[in-house]
DNA sequence: AATCTAATTGATAATTTATTTCATTAAGGT
DNA sequence: ACCTTAATGAAATAAATTATCAATTAGATT
C-alpha cells in the first residue's frame, strides 16, 4: 500500500525531529511510488519532474539520512552501484541480483529472523535491521552464456 | 590457514587465466593475513610497505577483479564506505556491524544456506554467492548512549 | 636461456561522484 | 503574523574512480 509507506516515511522523520519539507516529501512519493529501484541517477531525473528547483546535495542529504533513519534500502548491485527502496511497514523481503544483467529479484523468505536473536545474545550486539542479497545468474543472462 | 588462503586465491587467479603479477601476490597476501576488515586506504597504506611502486589505479583494478571473480568479499560499512576480505576456503560466515562506530563482528551461523536452492528453483535463479551484514550497536556503543 | 606476445602496470590526466560552504528560504512552533 | 532555526540550492571544493598510454613483465614458445 503506497499511501502507507509514505505516511510511515513521513511519520518517522517527524517522529525524530526532522522538518517534513517539499524535497523530502517529492523524494519519499518518488520512492514510495516506484515499482523497481532506481539508483541515484534515476531518483534524481524522476525528483526533477515533479520539484524541478532540486538540488543534487539535496538528494545525496537526504538519501543519507532516510538510510540512516532505517526508512531505506539500499541494495548493492556492483562495486559502487546503489540501488534503493523505501521500507514498506509490515513488509520483508531480500534480493537475488544477477551479476551479469544487474536484474534485481525480490524474495520473501528470510532466514535470519529465526537466529537473530541467539546471535543478539551471543555477541551482544543489539541489530537493529538487516540486508541479505544472493547473487547469481538470472534466467535470462543462464541462457545466454 | 593463510598459506592455504593465498594458494587459493593464487590458483583462481591462474584459472581463469589472468597472470600472477607481483602486484597482486602483494595485495593478496596482504588481504589474507590482515585479520580486521581494511579499506581501500589501509590496503593501499599496507601493501606500499612491502611493494613500494604500486599505483592506486592498479589496486582499484586488482580488488575489481578479486571482486568479481568471487575471491573477495566487500562488506557495506555505511553508504560508500566498504571494507574488504578475502573469502578462505571452507570457512562460510557474515558480518555484525555498529551503526555507531562501525566496528564490524564475525557470526558463523548463516541461515541462507538451507533456503538457497529452494529459492534457485522457485526464481530460476543460479546464485552462486550471497552476502548478509546485520546492523546495530555494538556492546561499548550501547553503553554509551 | 633467449625470444616473443599480449596482459599488466604505474604515472598522469580526465572524469565522475560526493561534500562543504553560505546566503536564502521555509517549516513548524509561539 | 512572527520568530527561530533547520533545511535548501547554487557554486566551489574535495575526493573517489576511471581512462589513457608508453613501459614493463609474466608466461608461453622456441
Ligand atoms: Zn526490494
Ligand atoms: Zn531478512
Ligand atoms: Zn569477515
Ligand atoms: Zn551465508
Do not use: W
Not at 514510495?32 to 525528483?47: R, T, V, W, Y
Not at 533513519?69 to 523481503?93: C, F, M, S, W
Request: aromatic share 8%; with cysteine.
Amino acid at each position: 500500500m503506497i499511501k502507507n509507506t509514505i505516511r510511515a516515511a513521513q511519520e518517522e522523520l517527524k517522529r525524530k525531529g526532522y522538518k517534513l519539507t517539499g524535497p523530502r516529501k517529492a523524494i519519499i512519493n518518488y520512492l514510495a511510488e516506484s515499482q523497481e529501484h532506481p539508483d541515484m541517477q534515476q531518483i534524481f531525473a524522476g525528483i526533477r519532474a515533479e520539484y524541478p528547483s532540486i538540488g543534487m546535495a539535496t538528494l545525496y542529504r537526504t538519501l543519507g539520512l532516510l538510510l540512516e533513519l532505517d526508512i531505506l534500502r539500499a541494495i548493492t548491485v556492483k562495486k559502487n552501484q546503489l540501488r534503493y527502496e523505501l521500507k514498506k511497514p509490515g513488509d520483508h523481503h531480500h534480493h537475488l541480483v544477477c551479476t551479469e544483467c544487474s536484474q534485481i529479484l525480490e524474495f520473501g523468505s528470510c532466514s535470519f529472523k529465526h537466529i537473530s536473536s541467539e546471535i543478539e545474545t551471543v555477541t551482544r550486539y543489539s541489530i537493529e535491521y538487516h540486508n541479505l542479497e544472493a547473487y547469481g545468474l538470472c534466467p535470462q543472462c543462464q541462457a545466454t552464456s
